[in-house]
């Protein structure tokens, strides 16, 4: 139980330093930059899941539909 209480302790303290530390790099031209840049890729990512979600989910109900017939 120890073990894991310091395990829990030391995520959360590395996710709150995380933080912190992209506030302030966010707060610079270059860092706005940088995660407008992660940003922009994080959404093309995005788009091609949705798309390829789509596609697969129109190609089963047309497998589905052919089963019909």
Known sequence: MR??????????????????????????????????SVNTRVDEVKAAIGEGYRARTEAIYAAIDADRH
């Open 3 to 36: 073990t894991f209480l310091r395990s829990a302790a030391l995520v959360a303290g590395g996710v709150a330093a995380g933080f912190a530390v992209a506030h302030f790099v966010n707060s610079t031209p270059r860092g706005r930059a940088f995660f407008e």
